[in-house]
Each structure stands twice: as C-alpha cells, then as structure tokens.
C-alpha cells in the first residue's frame, strides 16, 4: 500500500509561514486529486484545499489568499505553503491523495501557531 509522510509542521508565531510537503513510500502516478484537511481539537476534519491532476485549485475561504497548494513530483506529489498562520489555524493537518480512485491518508502533522 502506498504510504504518506508528512513534514513542515511544528511551532510558528502568528504572521509567521510554513511548507507543508507529503512524501510517498513510491513514486506516485495516475492521481486524480490531492488534498489537505485539518482537524482542531473539537471540530470535524474539514477541507482546507485541493487540486486535481489538471491544476485547478480550491480552498477554503478561512485560508484563501494564505495558502496555497502546489503539485510536486512522483515522490513527493503535494505541497501546502501557508503564509500569515492565525492562531486560528492551529490543527491537526493531513494529506489525501487519491489514486486509482482510492484515497490515501497522511498520519497528520501537528500546526500550533502562537500569538
């Protein structure tokens, strides 16, 4: 089965940026959309953007003109730059991938921004 790992989360000061980047244990083709969600204690997992094997891009109004979601190449396919982090944006932040129509789940990685 395909495995994801994640990296770039940790501890930030409000204003401050992170880079999100998702690793797959192999190379990655044929993927119909990528995504991240998070999850804040208390709160559902919710959708914070995506973008499908063509390029377009969505995000969630929270984040949007913040962050921004990049495709990457076969071993790492998906990034999330998130500029000007809120306190409120502290999270639980998980990668998806979906291949083959089959959905692919980072671990999560913890985002705590301070004020």
């Known amino acids: 089965q395909v495995q994801l790992v994640e990296s770039g989360g940790g501890l930030v000061q409000a204003g401050g940026s992170l880079r999100r980047s998702c690793a797959a244990s192999?190379?990655?083709?044929?993927?119909?959309?990528m995504g991240w969600y998070r999850q804040a204690p208390g709160n559902e997992r919710e959708l914070v953007a995506i973008?499908?094997?063509?390029?377009?891009?969505n995000y969630a109004d929270s984040v949007k003109g913040r962050f921004t979601i990049s495709r990457g190449h076969a071993k790492n396919p998906v990034y999330l730059q998130m500029n000007s982090l809120k306190p409120e944006d502290t999270a639980v932040y998980y990668c998806?991938?979906?291949?083959?129509?089959?959905?692919?789940w980072g671990q999560g990685t913890q985002v705590t921004v301070s004020s």
């Open positions: 998806k991938i979906n291949i083959y129509f089959r959905d692919y």
């Open positions: 192999e190379s990655i083709f044929n993927i119909n959309f």
């Open positions: 973008i499908t094997s063509g390029g377009t891009t």
